[in-house]
């Protein structure tokens, strides 16, 4: 009895033991592929390749000193101006309060001047069914 029990644990132990080696066998082949060199994009293919994180400006406009002034990137969007107060991404700011890093200059009719260093962004309210004027007679 002894014996047969031992003979099943042997070949229980052997059975389990080639299964092991099967799979450790399947990951060792998955290392060698992972050392292979792969080929990847060339200096010049990567250097034509445009910076999904850079905002590029969308047109250029100049204010009264005559400096340059780019209007804002597709990040903040100038959705009201009220009691020269504006509505930037759903919250109020007034003049000197910072937006995404940019210090807010000036707020005119239907513009928001931004600054941030030597950089300057205008927002501009866009007309249409969403932006209402409202005269006080």
Known sequence: MKIKILLAFL???IAFA???QEEIDSYDKIFEKIKEKRSGL???ELSSIKN???QEPIKTVTDQNLSII???SKGLSLKAI???KANIDSKWYAVGDIVDGYK???ITRNSVFLVKGDEKQELILKNGSKNVEIKIK
């Open 11 to 13: 070949f229980l132990n």
């Open 18 to 20: 080639n299964q092991l």
């Open 42 to 44: 060339s200096d010049i």
């Open 52 to 54: 999904p994180f850079k």
């Open 70 to 72: 780019t209007q804002a």
């Open 82 to 84: 009220l009691l020269n």
């Open 104 to 106: 807010i200059a000036n």
